[in-house]
């Protein structure tokens, strides 16, 4: 288990001019035992004189350590976000965000994501109960790179708004991304394509048509603690430019320790040909704990 450390302590030391015949040796850790044999904390170093020195891998640089960890190939996270007010009306409020990434390989990865909001109002005087929003949207892609920047993408996005009458819609569509920048401090990527969608809203005629979808991911770490992340996807129709759809998300982020995180987000949807009567804009402001995975 000492690997590499050992070979460049062996190319260090040999390098002395009194050092002869310079023999590396494992000196097994008090934890080691029959079932852990290969449990190494110390290396000895003995020299042609017949004496011996124990160095301490943990006293050793971090370039000579072999302590590389098997990188992870997923990761989520899960968001809440609950509210709850009590007087003349009482309204009751709550939010559920997920979302995931896993790597199949350098080349593949699969992303998925899970929105749920709902929010209604009781008239404590009235008894009457009133619904201020129920939404869901879920979506799931999967990516394949060609280079370390290009991928092409496969993606299907289903969401409803009882608010909106929008029983269903269905957004399916593949197309090309450029991975413009992807470090520990920034990442940010944009999508084009081609999409197809289909709405259902009650009491009126469900449609469908093809559109274009431009889209954009960014995330920036602040700091130690605080990350930004901003998410923009457009889809306008191919057929008739009236029908038109916007999502978006910022989403600031505080690191709380041991994967926990406070989260403010704020949300539009703007669709252009809304139900009858409804409005096509809609926003949310949301506060939420969550954990990473």
């Known amino acids: 288990m000492i690997g590499a450390s050992v070979c460049l302590l062996s190319a260090l030391f040999s390098g002395l001019p009194l050092v002869k015949d310079l023999a590396v040796e494992a000196a097994p850790s008090p934890k080691s035992t029959s079932e852990t044999p290969n449990v190494v904390s110390d290396v000895a170093i003995r020299f042609a004189d017949g004496t011996r020195e124990l ?34 009306t009482e309204l009751s409020t709550i939010s559920l965000a997920a979302e995931g990434k896993y790597r199949f390989s350098e080349t593949d990865r699969l992303s998925g994501l899970f929105d749920w909001y709902y929010s209604q109002e009781k008239n404590q005087t009235t008894g009457i109960t009133t619904l201020n929003q129920r ?28 608010k909106q009458t929008l029983s269903l819609r269905l957004i399916s569509g593949v197309g090309g991304g450029l991975q413009i920048d992807k470090t520990e401090v920034m990442e940010w990527s944009i999508e084009a394509g081609l999409a197809h969608t289909y709405e259902d809203f009650k009491a009126q ?88 995975f």
């Open 135 to 162: 939404r869901v949207r879920g979506a799931a892609q999967y990516d394949h790179f060609f280079s370390k920047k290009a991928y092409g993408y496969a993606r299907v996005d289903a969401s409803g708004d009882a």
């Open 55 to 88: 160095i301490s891998l943990k006293s050793l640089p971090a370039a000579l350590q072999d302590t590389k960890e098997a990188k992870r190939n997923w990761d989520a996270s899960v968001a809440l976000g609950a509210s709850q007010s009590y007087g003349n």
């Open 205 to 292: 005629p469900s449609d469908d048509y093809i559109s274009a979808r431009v889209a954009t991911k960014y995330m920036r770490k602040l700091s130690a603690d605080f990350t930004y992340r901003l998410e923009l996807e457009w889809l306008p129709s191919l057929e008739d430019m009236n029908d038109q759809l916007l999502y978006g998300k910022n989403l600031l982020e505080m690191n709380l320790g041991k994967g926990v995180k406070g989260s403010f987000r704020y949300e539009f949807d703007y669709d252009n040909t809304p139900g009858n009567g409804k409005d096509r804009l809609d926003h949310r402001f949301i506060l939420g704990l969550g954990v990473s």
